[in-house]
């Protein structure tokens, strides 16, 4: 897999998810606030992705600050901080990661901000490393949960390009495959923005691990014909009762699956989970354009010109239709989050 | 509202309904194999139209026979009739048309050929007045469930362009709309081919009924924020047993209609019932082609070249689910079926 988010040459290269699978492009952003629009256009997504990215961000934005004091540097850094804060409301590592920098940067007031400088650049890169170790991690306990010849229903895309690489849900895939079990996913397209279609199909192409692609709508069928034996999702934030906030349609296939007596497991590394909320309807959920729902990708429009139109972004899945919550600490039950978490 | 179907000047007239809602334009058919290849490519759809369509198809080819006898004239039409029966495998309507057409034939054997062919214009044009008679019947007869203020979800297009004109589902939404109830109508876009999206938002968008335009992933997280009171769908087939099959992903509203104790009404004429089939799982299914996932009205892919795929085209909804079904005699529960339509 190529890097979904790395440092290159002074730039933070992101792989441009909106063009793929048609075009494989890298965008070298060289300034913070083109790191704050790729997040808004949806160019780097996924949660934990754009948690690093944004640590990368106040790291690139801190850069090139002019300021000699360690004040006037900490109100440039925030600033920055708050920029891309701005960005998205609902995928909590976002507002995790900007945190992390932020106190970063509280302990080193003593340091020269040349010094500081360096440090913030070296605690992003940090967070691009433990993503992925607990990506490794995560994906070995919630093997444990996948059997020999089993199909795996996704809904959007919680892989290796939402994470700073090999994934969550999809990091469970990877390492059951690595385990030699011949397992098989279906794909959600995941309307209105396909990432299952581009995305989550793609990189599992790339892998070579068997994958099909269906409509949104065909879960439910498939389920009833006993096609599937699991559902594995990612999360875009995790309450501290268990309720998850992941990608629209998320909370359908889990009600699905409910009512199929299938299995239904989320996979997200801690930095997933936000204690500081009580439970899932207290979670933001972004309201994004029409214009995603009314034209896809470029193409000619696909409803009448002026259509009313929702879109929510996110929903939310209480927690108890979830089965396990599948972290880099283990397998826990939903309502095992805020004790195994809890500081 | 234009009709979806209908004689004009020798020809059969249908709405070319794979161009809305970009263009409004018609397709002339001279000749039964072309009113065979509009049904399968959909550039006609919907049960109940489809059914109207090819009696129009069987009546049209019936006049270009050059048969003087009857038997050579009926061994014709028959051939007719199975050409047109081959176009698509689920919707009974279709079979349903063509063998009351076929019993048309059977009775005017003492007829002169040329009576013969005047009489099968007559029946096609007999069976598309009578859709939309019953389209109004059940109109009225379910307009009584619907409440004023109440919020109706609809998936896939069963509307005036589903059938000769009113429509089932739509027509029970449009006997609502007529008797002053405020109803608001939120329709899946109904992927892959966005029947929803392309059709049924832009029919009640010429006829001033509210329609709000939704991903076929938002239903569920809709429901539970209480904006759904109702859902209303159409039917392809209803087996004897009161088992529903209509478009992909009926089921999966259905399913989730039960979660959240909404009711959940399949509207449909006699023509669409099907007593000669026992259950739901001998509906024969349609898979149709890959593309239809892959790439959407013309515009570019949106998954990977070679991407694995499926698309069955309907699902089946189990009577245990249904409400009741609202027909052109009235309102029934789905086990009383059988018994109102049995000869």
């Known amino acids: 897999m190529v890097p979904t988010v790395e440092w290159k040459d002074g730039a933070v290269r992101l792989l441009d998810q909106s063009r793929l699978p048609e075009k494989v492009e890298f965008l070298d952003c060289r300034d913070y606030q083109t790191v704050a629009r790729a997040i808004r256009e949806l160019r780097v997504r996924g949660a934990p992705a754009i948690g690093v990215t944004a640590a990368m961000g106040v790291a690139l934005g801190a850069q090139s600050l002019t300021a000699t004091s360690y004040d006037e540097f900490a109100r440039g850094v925030t600033?920055?901080?708050?920029?891309?804060?701005?960005t998205r409301p609902t995928?909590?590592?976002?507002?995790?990661?900007?945190?992390?920098?932020?106190?970063?940067?509280?302990?080193l007031r003593a340091q020269p901000v040349v010094e500081i400088k360096r440090r913030l650049l070296d605690e992003s890169q940090r967070i691009l490393d433990e993503d992925i170790a607990?990506?490794?991690?995560?994906?070995?306990?919630?093997?444990?949960?996948?059997?020999?010849?089993?199909?795996?229903?996704?809904?959007?895309?919680?892989?290796?390009?939402?994470?700073?690489?090999?994934?969550?849900?999809?990091?469970?895939?990877?390492?059951?495959?690595?385990?030699?079990?011949?397992i098989r996913v279906l794909a959600d397209e995941t309307r209105p923005v396909l990432q299952g279609a581009r995305l989550t199909v793609w990189e599992l192409m790339q892998d070579?691990?068997?994958?099909?692609?269906?409509?949104?709508?065909?879960?439910?069928?498939?389920?009833?014909?006993?096609?599937?034996?699991?559902?594995?999702?990612?999360?875009?934030?995790?309450?501290?009762?268990?309720?998850v906030a992941n990608k629209i349609g998320t909370?359908?296939?889990?009600?699905?699956?409910?009512?199929?007596?299938?299995?239904?497991?989320?996979?997200?590394?801690?930095?997933?989970?936000?204690?500081?909320?009580?439970?899932?309807?207290?979670?933001?959920?972004?309201?994004?354009?029409?214009?995603?729902?009314?034209?896809?990708?470029?193409?000619?429009?696909?409803?009448?010109?002026?259509?009313?139109?929702?879109?929510?972004?996110?929903d939310v899945t209480p927690a108890e239709f979830v089965t396990a919550i599948i972290t880099e600490r283990g397998v826990f039950k939903p309502h095992e989050i805020a004790d195994q978490f809890g500081s």
Chains 1, 2 share one sequence.
């Not at 995928?91 to 302990?107: D, S």
């Not at 607990?134 to 444990?144: D, E, I, Q």
């Not at 594995?232 to 309720?243: E, K, P």
Request: proline letters at 5%; hydrophobic letters at 45%.
């Open 251 to 314: 909370y359908s296939v889990a009600v699905l699956a409910k009512a199929h007596g299938l299995p239904f497991y989320v996979a997200a590394p801690h930095s997933t989970i936000d204690l500081a909320t009580a439970s899932g309807n207290q979670i933001p959920i972004e309201q994004r354009k029409p214009q995603e729902v009314t034209s896809l990708c470029g193409g000619p429009p696909i409803a009448p010109l002026g259509a009313d139109v929702l879109n929510p972004a996110f």
């Open 91 to 107: 995928a909590v590592n976002l507002f995790w990661a900007i945190e992390r920098m932020k106190r970063t940067l509280a302990g």
């Open 134 to 182: 607990m990506n490794r991690a995560l994906g070995r306990h919630g093997a444990a949960l996948v059997r020999d010849g089993q199909t795996i229903l996704t809904h959007c895309n919680a892989g290796a390009l939402a994470t700073a690489g090999y994934g969550t849900a999809l990091g469970v895939v990877r390492a059951a495959w690595e385990q030699g079990k011949r």
């Open 208 to 243: 070579q691990i068997p994958v099909t692609l269906i409509t949104d709508s065909m879960a439910g069928a498939l389920m009833k014909s006993g096609l599937i034996h699991l559902c594995l999702v990612g999360a875009d934030r995790i309450a501290a009762n268990g309720d």
């Open 79 to 86: 600033a920055i901080c708050e920029h891309l804060a701005a």
